[in-house]
């Protein structure tokens, strides 16, 4: 991993980006009939790194993708209410650098220059808005280049849009609900773009686990169950010639996390560590992330 920027400029607290983000080009930057014309069919496009978070991800159980995401983001001020209810938004920069291996047969074969897919650079800039005390916003905004190694291939990818979490107001305020509206889109060297709004919703709860600590700080579980919704059916080629659809996902996580301090590995703080599921409800897309960082967060 790439070392952190000292002071503000702190390691990410995560190696991935958001799922509905991951379907926003995973699924709208190749068209089904550019993939079905060509005789020796690319298993993921070299694009979609740009967006896939640190894990291992399959497409109808013939393509593949392990992809690898190193941002670091550079916290220029943190949000906050002061004393008199005073509203502070806070910023961030998003330095998001990502590599994509594809072909992948086996993990001792993975460093191989035949499975070195991609680079991708897609910077950004990150709002924190606390609406209320239970009730915050981070609206966000990436656009970058990559390049396919070995080809002329390159293209400009964004992303945007507007994230929300609003804590319940229970007796133990475990509970909340989280929700976006993203935009994404692709522009390739030669070929047609491709763009593409998505929905989510879903909740996440913290189950504290009162009587396990770690050098004196109470350890939490974080569950986050999340569905996204993309606007049209959106089809793509196989490596057998065939063409499926996928017009949603749902993705499971599960994550510790100390209840009052970040985690720290070295020079990195994280706020929780965990994994995800990621999964089409028609089957045909699945993957398995690293998480480090909550939802609202990544």
């Known amino acids: 991993m790439k070392p952190a920027l000292k002071s503000t400029n702190k390691a990410s607290q995560y190696l991935h980006k958001t799922a509905y983000r991951l379907l926003l080009i995973l699924f709208t930057a190749c068209p089904a009939a550019v993939l079905a014309e060509e005789a020796d069919v690319e298993p993921v496009n070299w694009a979609y790194s740009s967006v896939f978070g640190t894990g291992w991800y399959t497409v109808d159980d013939n393509q593949s993708l392990f992809a690898l995401s190193l941002p670091v983001r550079q916290t220029l001020r943190k949000s906050a209410f002061s004393e008199s209810g005073q509203r502070q938004i806070g910023y961030e920069i998003d330095y998001a650098l990502s590599v994509g291996f594809y072909n992948i047969d086996d993990i001792p074969g993975l460093i191989d220059p035949d499975n070195f897919g991609s680079v991708v650079f897609t910077p950004g800039v990150i709002l924190d808005i606390p609406v209320t005390q239970r009730w915050k916003l981070r609206p966000y905004a990436n656009l970058g280049w990559g390049s396919k190694l070995g080809s002329s291939d390159s293209a400009w990818i964004y992303y945007t849009g507007i994230k929300s979490r609003y804590t319940l107001a229970t007796a133990t305020s475990n509970w909340a609900l989280i929700n976006s509206i993203d935009y994404a889109g692709y522009k390739p060297s030669v070929g047609s773009s491709a763009d593409l709004a998505v929905i989510q919703a879903g909740i996440e709860y913290r189950q504290k686990l009162n009587k396990l600590t770690k050098k004196g700080a109470p350890v939490d579980l ?77």
């Open 222 to 298: 974080h569950w986050t169950l999340a569905y996204s919704y993309l606007g049209d059916e959106l089809t793509f080629g196989l490596t057998d010639g065939s063409i499926d659809a996928v017009d949603d996902q749902v993705e499971v996580a599960i994550a510790y996390g100390y209840r009052n301090r970040p985690i720290k590995i070295w020079f990195m703080e994280f706020d929780n560590i965990g994994l995800g599921y990621r999964f089409s409800s028609n089957g045909t897309f699945k993957g398995i992330s690293l998480n480090l960082g909550s939802w609202f967060l990544r």
